[in-house]
């Protein structure tokens, strides 16, 4: 990115208006500025040239003794030479052009100074020393700026030649000849011409030695466009940037009404409305596009030039690279403020673009990094980015870049996936260098929703279809929301980047994971948890929160019940359960918020709250876990009771092992898990992979294996004695039974959602919708599902009363219809009617308060018997 703004700037200055009149002295040498640098003169009256910079910086070597180019020193110090198109221009020889080079041509591009090599042109003294030293005190240089003139200097026209002598200290001219460190040494050799390609290099037989081969690919040096573009729309003039690092006609125009072809960016998309012979503005709304697949788009709808934004990016950086690929139409770029304005008032309108290339700027990019490709390989601790050079849709060069590291030096892996500085977007063959060389994996935090990691081995697909897209619609509509996937700054549009240019099947579980989240970019996709509709947000949210009322109602009234009484609140059992419901009410509430704790930037459904918020949730969550390892001890109490026929009095010796390790445990854990206390779709809770949900496991565990001894010993005695006969054994059996359900409660609570933490933690299940909420409506139900069971046995013992008192109520009233019908029969014989009729009736009220007292009898007797129990 440092590079790219350097180039921008120093392009920027090489682009100014170099149209001053130089004819006023009558020199024919003046019509160079001239007819260099006036774009539409140019066009008229010479033809323009086709500007190949991968190749054309040869022609800043030395041809016919001559160099064809400028030594020039940036106003940041970096040494480049400016290599003109002088096939453009048709005045005298580029030798007479003498030192007007430096007064009227360098003054007007903003380079300071600039001279010819001092064999050439011996305006400020004969040899590279003496130039840079006199230029010294003219221009008053730094002694570094001047060390490094010199240098440059010395690399491009003192340097050997072909079949000169060679070594480190005496090198070979810059970018024409290379020394082959052919002897047997190893630390000299002979000067040989440049070969046509960096690959060449690397040909059998045509260097031995390695060293030879690095100092070879060094030839190919890192030249740029110069030139200037303009862009008008309606007759206003706007401020652009043509396209860089391109194969290119050195003048390209074009003039017709702007159309929006913003849907070529869209991966498979390649028509765009009206795009024929028109001017074609493209919005990078994916923040994603690569130049030459665009350019390569708009050429074949028929695009007559490309004006191009990119509105996402914090600093308008201009126009990037082309990758070094041809482009056959104007390309240009401008600001993201001028193409929302074009796009909101302009388009239609009619709109002209120019671009003119009048040559390149060329540096010694190998100061920074050897080039490399996928023959010539980077260094130990290097990788090469493949990032500079494009050929057949694919890049094949780079300039070897140090292993990224953070602001703390330490490695950063995120940098060979993401492009995290803003200026380059990555692709697979970037990424498999980086991750290759550099040891790079992404091993992300610590949560149930991330991938383990990133690696090559999941990059390639055969069919395109095949391709995991992160918006599968590329409808991105808050591109600088962040996604806590793979790292806490990767922004949306740098996800999206990174699926359309990385080969990424889309059946992996990254890519799976990628699409659950992105809802918060407004994608349409599966939603979080599979909610992808506002309506299973909303059922998502507010089911589980009514479940967790309910909870909350059953556990206060156990609470309450177990502790109404005297009697009650001496009984073990029913501290157990009143301490277990203070927990569940706990957990309950903490569950009844739901999703309205979690951080507002998640953009979940009802969220409200921030990370303080949710991590207060997340632990009294699991602080409300308590409950469930209280199963453990109850199990324990009951095979006390069946099994050991342990009587209150001696089991409340023992009373602190039955509430000491349950709490503990949930305390320890409930703190353990405060760095972890994250957004889990459903509520905030514990969001590390597996070991949260180890205690309530081992707690599910131990009960089970419990309770199966306890059965196992009922079983055993049922069949010794058949049935039970004494009250002791009836006894017994009731409380196995209550035993079997509170347990059935505990396994219908936690199983679901035990099984749906591991499936989330194997990276399954992430947009079940189905399964979810289940799993979410069952877990926050403890409380309820234990206030059912309390109360079940009065409820049991009630209707067992009442269907055993059915028969004998019925033959009652059969006994009495039979009478009243009898009584009726014989008055209709006898002539007093009114008489017998009231004795019956008197009959029947007094048959009804005997009835009225055996009720009133056999309900005392059973609260006698509740009593007792």
């Known amino acids: 990115t440092t590079l790219l703004v350097t180039i921008l700037d120093l392009s920027t200055r090489l682009r100014a208006d170099l149209s001053s009149n130089m004819n006023q002295d009558g020199h024919s040498g003046n019509l ?34 001559q160099l064809k180019g400028l030594i020039c020193l940036g106003d940041w110090g970096d040494v480049h030479w400016v290599c003109p198109l002088i096939e453009q221009y048709e005045g005298p020889p580029f030798s007479e052009l003498e030192s007007m080079a430096w007064q009227d041509y360098v003054d007007n591009i903003g380079y300071k100074p600039c001279f010819y090599c001092p064999s050439q042109d011996p305006l400020y003294g004969r040899d590279c020393q003496s130039s840079v030293r006199n230029m ?29 002598f060679c070594n480190d200290d005496d090198p070979c001219t810059l970018a024409s000849h290379f020394c082959d460190f052919s002897n047997s040494d190893g630390n000299s050799g002979i000067c040989q011409e440049c070969p046509t390609t960096m690959d060449a290099c690397y040909d059998d037989g045509f260097i031995l030695s390695e060293k030879g081969r690095r100092d070879c690919t060094k030839c190919q040096q890192f030249c740029y466009d110069l030139g200037y573009s303009e862009f008008i729309v309606g007759g206003k003039e706007f401020e652009s940037d043509y396209i860089h690092f391109a194969i290119q006609d050195s003048f390209q125009y074009g003039s017709r009404p702007i159309v929006d072809c913003s849907n070529l960016v869209i991966n498979g998309e390649e028509k765009c409305k009206g795009a024929k012979g028109s001017i074609c503005y493209v919005d990078d709304f994916t923040s994603q596009v690569l130049y030459w697949q665009l350019s390569n788009k708009a050429e074949a709808v028929g695009c007559a030039a490309i004006v191009f934004t990119a509105p996402y990016q914090d600093v308008w950086l201009g126009c990037g690279t082309h990758g070094f690929s041809d482009i056959e139409i104007p390309f240009i770029c401008i600001h993201p403020k001028d193409g929302k304005s074009i796009q909101d008032n302009l388009l239609g309108q009619n709109s002209s673009v120019e671009v003119e290339v009048t040559g390149q700027a060329c540096l010694n990019y190998h100061e920074w990094g050897d080039q490399c490709s996928e023959l010539v390989t980077c260094g130990e601790g290097e990788f090469c980015p493949f990032d500079k050079q494009v050929v057949n ?17 330490k490695p950063d892996p995120l940098y060979c996936y993401f492009d995290t500085e803003g200026g380059n977007i990555r692709n697979a063959k970037l990424a498999e260098s980086c991750i290759n060389s550099c040891d790079a994996q992404i091993q992300s935090k610590n949560c149930k929703f991330c991938p383990d990691h990133l690696d090559p081995i999941q990059f390639g697909v055969e069919n395109e279809a095949d391709k995991c897209s992160f918006c599968p619609n590329h409808d991105i509509q808050y591109p600088n929301r962040l996604v806590p996937l793979f790292g806490d700054n990767i922004a949306c549009w740098q996800m999206q980047g990174f699926y359309e240019n990385m080969d990424i099947p889309k059946d992996s579980q990254n890519c799976v994971l990628a699409q659950s989240m992105n809802f918060i970019c407004g994608c349409e996709g599966p939603g979080y948890a599979g909610a992808n509709t506002h309506t299973k947000q909303a059922v998502l949210a507010w089911l589980p929160r009514s479940m967790a009322i309910l909870s909350t109602l059953g556990s206060s009234f156990i609470l309450y019940d177990t502790t109404k009484t005297i009697q009650k609140r001496r009984r073990l059992l029913n501290h157990m359960l009143s301490t277990l419901s203070v927990f569940d009410v706990m957990g309950s509430i903490a569950y009844a918020f739901t999703t309205l704790p979690t951080p507002e930037s998640d953009y979940i459904y009802g969220s409200r709250g921030n990370d303080a918020t949710c991590t207060a949730q997340g632990f009294f969550i699991q602080i409300g876990t308590v409950a469930c390892f209280l199963n453990v001890s109850l199990a324990v109490n009951y095979l006390l009771s069946i099994k050991h026929g342990w009587k209150d009095e001696k089991m409340k010796t023992k009373r602190l092992w039955f509430f000491i390790p349950p709490i503990a445990v949930g305390l320890l854990f409930a703190f353990v898990g405060i760095p ?23 707690s599910i565990i131990m009960a089970t294996v419990i309770m199966g001894d306890v059965c196992y010993h009922v079983y055993k005695k049922t069949r010794i004695t058949r049935r039970y006969s004494s009250r002791g054994s009836r006894l017994s059996l009731s409380v196995f039974r209550q035993a079997c359900w509170f347990t059935g409660a505990f396994y219908i609570t936690w199983l679901p959602y035990l099984a749906l933490q591991y499936m989330w933690s194997s990276g399954q299940a992430l947009t079940h919708y189905g399964f979810i909420l289940y799993a979410a409506t069952s877990v926050p139900l403890q409380g309820f599902w234990n206030f059912v069971v309390y109360v079940r046995p009065r409820y049991m013992k009630d209707q067992v009363e009442v269907i055993a008192a059915l028969p004998s109520r019925v033959t009652q009233r059969l006994s009495i219809v039979q009478r009243r019908n009898d009584i009726v029969s014989a008055c209709s014989r006898v002539p007093n009617l009114e ?31 509740h009593a007792g129990e």
């Not at 001047?146 to 079949?163: F, K, P, Q, V, Y």
């Not at 972890?676 to 081992?698: G, H, K, Q, T």
């Not at 017998?836 to 609260?863: F, H, N, W």
């Open 393 to 409: 849709s694919e890049y094949v060069i780079g300039y070897c870049r140090a292993c990224p590291v953070d602001d703390y030096g």
């Open 32 to 65: 160079f500025s001239a007819n260099i640098t006036n774009g539409k003169q140019a066009q008229l009256a010479k033809l323009s040239i086709h500007h190949d910079p991968t190749t054309s910086y040869r022609r800043c070597g030395f041809q016919d003794e």
């Open 136 to 164: 010294t005190q003219i221009f008053g240089l730094e002694e570094e700026s001047a060390t490094s003139m010199i240098d440059r200097c010395e690399e491009m026209c003192e340097s050997g030649l072909e079949g000169d």
């Open 676 to 698: 972890f206390y994250d957004n889990m779709m459903l509520w905030c809770n514990n969001s590390a992979r597996y070991w949260p949900e180890v205690p309530v496991i081992v």
């Open 835 to 865: 008489v017998l009729q009231e004795e019956a009736d008197l009959e029947d009220e007094e048959e009804g308060k005997r009835r009225a007292t055996g009720r009133r009898t056999s309900v005392a007797t059973t609260k006698s018997s």
